[in-house]
C-alpha cells in the first residue's frame, strides 16, 4: 500500500502569507516523490487559498454534520469539498478533550463527509500504553452505520494520546507498539465490518512522528503512513518526513 503522509497543522500558522507560502514550499518539495501520498490539513481559514497539486492534496481538520442551515460558526462538508478539499480529520483526541467532542457527534461528521465525496482521517486513541476499550469504543459507535462501500474513504490513525506532540521529552511509541496498536485496531474493524476488509484497512500512525523515526513506524511498525503534527510546521522537515517514507 502507498504510504500517505499528512501533516496536522493544528491551529497554525497565524497568517495567510505563511499558510500560503509554506504550502508552495511543500508543493515543490514533494512534486518529484512518486511513491507517498501527501496532504496537508490546514485552518480553514486558509483553505480557499491553497492549490492543492502537484501531488499534494488538501486536508481540513474538521467539519459539521449537516451540509448547510443554521449552525452557526460551522463549516459543512459540502463547503469544504468545494474548496477542493479532499481530507478531513475527525475525531481528534485535541477536539475530545477541548471541545467535549463525543464519539456520537464524530460518528454524524463521518457519515455527513463521507457523502460529501471526502476522505476521512478518523483518529482514536487511548490514554493507556496498552490499546484497550477506549479504542473498541471509539471505532464501534464512530463507525457506526457507515456502509461497507465508503471504507475504502477511511484513513484510520492509530493515535496514543500520551505520544502526542512530545518531541522535546521525547515519549513516543515504538514501532512495536504501533503494531500492536494496528493489530488491534484490524481485529476490531474485522468483528464491525469482515476480516477482508478489515485486512484492507489503512491504517496510520500519529505522535510524534519526524524524519527521523517515520521510517520505523513504516517498515518495522507495518503503518500505512503517518499523521505529523509539531514536525509538519517546518515545512523542509515535513518534505524530508515525506521522502524517508519514500524510501521505507
Ligand atoms: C497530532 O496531534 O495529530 C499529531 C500527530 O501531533 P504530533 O505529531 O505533534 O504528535
Known amino acids: 500500500m502507498t504510504p500517505i503522509i499528512i501533516a496536522n497543522w493544528k491551529m497554525n500558522p497565524v497568517t495567510l502569507v505563511k499558510s500560503k507560502r509554506d504550502f508552495e ?4 518539495g514533494v512534486k518529484n516523490v512518486k511513491n507517498v501520498k501527501t496532504v ?3 485552518p480553514f481559514v486558509f483553505l480557499s487559498n491553497l492549490k492543492p497539486g502537484s501531488g499534494l492534496a488538501l486536508g481540513a481538520q474538521d467539519c459539521f454534520y449537516n451540509d448547510k442551515g443554521p449552525f452557526t460558526g460551522e463549516i459543512s462538508p459540502v463547503q469544504l469539498r468545494n474548496l477542493k478539499t479532499e481530507y478531513v480529520i475527525l475525531g481528534h483526541s485535541e477536539r475530545r478533550k477541548y471541545l467535549g467532542e463525543s464519539t456520537e457527534l464524530v460518528n454524524q461528521k463521518i457519515i455527513a463527509a463521507l457523502a460529501a465525496d471526502i ?7 487511548s490514554e493507556t500504553e496498552k490499546p484497550g476499550k477506549e ?3 471509539q471505532l464501534e459507535k464512530g463507525l457506526k452505520n ?4 465508503d471504507f475504502s474513504k477511511l ?3 492509530y493515535e496514543p494520546v500520551w505520544a ?3 518531541t522535546k521529552n521525547k515519549i513516543i511509541a515504538t514501532p512495536a507498539q504501533t503494531t500492536k496498536g494496528c493489530l488491534y485496531m484490524r481485529n476490531i474493524l474485522k468483528k464491525i465490518f469482515n476480516k477482508k476488509t478489515a485486512k484492507e484497512a489503512r491504517i496510520i500512525y500519529g505522535g ?19 499523521l505529523v503534527g509539531a514536525a509538519s510546521l517546518n515545512p523542509y522537515e515535513f518534505i524530508r518526513t515525506v521522502k524517508e517514507a519514500a524510501k521505507a
Open 135 to 137: 479504542i473498541k469504543y
Open 40 to 42: 496537508v490539513c490546514a
Open 155 to 157: 484513513i484510520f490513525v
Open 208 to 226: 510524534s512522528v519526524d524524519s527521523k523515526n517515520i521510517k520505523g513506524f513504516l517498515k518495522e511498525g507495518k503503518m500505512a503512513g503517518g
Open 146 to 149: 457507515i456502509k461497507e462501500k
Open 164 to 166: 502526542i506532540s512530545t
Open 25 to 28: 514550499i511543500i508543493k515543490q
Open 119 to 125: 476522505k476521512v482521517i478518523f483518529c482514536v486513541g
